[in-house]
């Protein structure tokens, strides 16, 4: 069964400092999709990125960058020089092969990260 | 344009009443979903419309009545609802059901039941 683990329940870090997110996951399958998605108080979750299971190469988007790793399974999210706006909750997710036609994106438990000034 | 509007925002609602959230797209996605949210926890998915038809539901109580009018909305009818039904419902939409493609989720609406 698919399942996905954010170990880290709450972080708390002081602004500009940088901040690593983990997120393990567990499939059997050799197609997946990786996701995060961010959550900030106001409650909508903000779409970050996606990574199929065949591309590991790392990725930057501004102050944001993955590293996904098959050999152990996991998908980090670091954030660099972070900022007060970063606080938030941060889902991992991971998405299975369609059942019936069907998708299901399988959440971790978050992780709530705050930025203090 | 990657906007999926939900409303109410919040909704109050006795145990009696009939109350409807309503969801919309105008990405042309053809995959809309439900959840439900606890405070605390992740979202769990409750419905998944594909072309506007039902294709999976998660076991949901009857009191939870979804409808997909089109290709753009989405309805989620509640009927006599229980106060642990009290959450935050999040709509979200994909181009089409398949794994690889990310979900955009609106604000949601916070429900209370009293």
């Known amino acids: 069964a698919q399942k996905v683990t954010q170990a880290q329940t709450e972080i708390s870090v002081v602004e500009k400092e940088d901040v690593t997110l983990d997120c393990v996951y567990e499939?059997?399958?050799?197609?997946?999709?990786l996701f995060w998605y961010k959550q900030p108080p106001s409650g909508e979750l903000v779409f970050l990125i996606r990574r199929n299971s065949f591309d590991e190469q790392n990725e930057i988007s501004g102050r944001y960058s993955w590293n996904f790793q098959k050999s152990t399974s996991s998908f980090n999210f670091t954030i660099t020089a972070s900022q007060v706006v970063d606080s938030a909750v941060y889902f991992c997710a991971l998405s299975d092969p369609p059942q019936g036609g069907s998708e299901k994106l399988v959440f971790g438990k978050g992780t709530k990260l705050t930025v203090n000034p | 344009d990657t906007e999926v509007t939900q409303t109410p925002k919040h909704l109050v609602m006795g145990m009696t009443n009939k109350k409807s959230l309503k969801c919309e797209q105008h990405?042309?996605?053809?995959?809309m979903y439900w959840y439900k949210q606890k405070a605390k926890k992740p979202p769990e998915l409750m419905f998944v419309?594909?072309?506007?038809?039902?294709?999976i539901n998660e076991s949901v109580p009857s009191r939870f009545s979804p409808e997909c009018p089109n290709s753009s909305l989405l309805n989620l009818h509640l009927h006599a609802l229980q106060p642990e039904d009290s959450a935050l419902y999040l709509c979200?939409?994909?181009?089409?059901?398949?794994?690889?493609?990310?979900?955009?989720f609106g604000p949601g609406t916070r429900l209370t039941v009293t």
């Open positions: 499939t059997r399958d050799t197609t997946y999709y």
């Open positions: 990405m042309g996605h053809r995959a």
């Open positions: 979200a939409s994909s181009q089409v059901v398949w794994e690889g493609y990310e979900q955009y």
């Open positions: 419309y594909s072309y506007e038809k039902l294709s």
